[in-house]
């Protein structure tokens, strides 16, 4: 879907309007293409003089990612990149060792540049006072996103003590332009379950040999899901209803994947996909709830039926999935559950309350399920916010143009941010993130 702003304001008028009337003037955002580097330019790391223990991990898994790093910034460099291990922060005056490291390097960013600064999780630490400091590190990283600009990003990853080694596939995520529309986020990594990193995979196919189901795979989000887990190496099962089983045909054969044509909601769904993953498959290692339906109304005016199939579809449907495959031995060990939410689900929305309901209840899904899993299977899910699809094409103009504007971004989203997500949680080396829900908004405003 095309965002007619965005090509106006990069027209020689377009810009001389921007910079005369303040309007938004959103950059290009850089995405990721298949063969090129994780990263093209250099990262700054640093932290280790403040104690951080994560040091020889950091590096270590920049080397395997083939990331390049210095560890101090030389005057009139461009870096595309700048990494900060935080944990030997234990105490809240040593916070100006963020500042110090940070206010200096900021100007010699290139556009589409990646922070991450890397804390222990607050309930993790060893004494009041490393708490405090630790959980001040999110106001820190939430508002250098909303600062930074020119389609840079900001994050913060509290590392448990026992995950050191796990952090691999979260670092080649955030700092690729893979996370494009994902910024001001907290990801938890080791907090929920085993911290094993199970597999070490082969960074440029890290799906090879894994078999995903995807539901609502025939167009929109599900769609660009399927070819992004396909590039990634993985077989890809697609799951659409019988209605749109031609689109779902077609995009199964461009990528070589298999499909089933059911409603998700049919009494016998999860069932039939349990025997089909297993007698065909062997099993599967990648589940993607990504289906899903709005029926807006406001509450007033709302029929029963109405708010009940947006709960039965986005919500029932996931669970009794979840719970027939996990049943019936279905997902392999090291396997992946990947539910889609929403930032309606965090924020609210008017004429939403089945829709926020079900979406805040695919988020307790998650909280429920991580702690009980088993064998390096996870739980996460994605929230996306504005993201240009048939879906949001359909919203009124005006209410459009807040949603797409309202964000660190100024724009919408591409289905393909939500997708790269979500193939990073699939990575077989992140079973340590387990339990995280991680909003692909570009830092919307609206509940943040
Ligand atoms: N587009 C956005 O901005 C946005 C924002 C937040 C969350 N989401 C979520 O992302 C997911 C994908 O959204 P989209 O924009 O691509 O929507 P979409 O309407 O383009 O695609 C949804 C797909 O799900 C399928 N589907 C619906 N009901 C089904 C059922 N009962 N059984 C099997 N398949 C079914 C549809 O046929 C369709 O192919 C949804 O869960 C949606 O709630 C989207």
Redesign the pocket.
Known sequence: MSDRYQSLIHTPVGQLLAKNLGLPNPVDLERYTEGDPLVQGTVVVGGDSSGGRLGSSLTGALDELGIAYVDEATDGARYKGLVFDATGITSSDQLVELQHFFTPKLRSLETNARIVVLGTPPEATGTPGERVAQRALEGFTRSLGKEVGRGSTVQLVYVAPDADDAITSTLGFLLSPKSAYVSGQVVRIGAVGSSDPAETPDWTHPLAGKVALV??A?????EQIARVLHRDGATVIG???PQ?AEELHQVMKDIGGDHLT????AKDAPARMAHHVKTKHGGVDIVVH?????RDKRLMNMKDDVFASAIS??LT?PERITATLLEEKAINPNGRIIG?A???GIAGNMGQTNYAAS?AGVIGFVEATAPELEDGITVNAVA????E????AAVPLMTREVGRRLNSMQQGGQ?VDVAETIAWLANPASTAVNGNVVRVCGQMMLGA
């Not at 059911?262 to 909601?265: F, V």
């Not at 699809?389 to 949001?392: L, N, Q």
Request: aromatic fraction near 2%; charge should be positive; proline fraction near 5%.
């Open positions: 539901t609502g025939s167009r929109g989000i599900g799951v659409d209803v749109a059911l409603d998700i909601t990504n289906a899903g339906i709005t579809v986005n449907a889609v929403s930032i309606a979406k996306p916010g504005f993201i699809t048939k879906m949001t289905p």
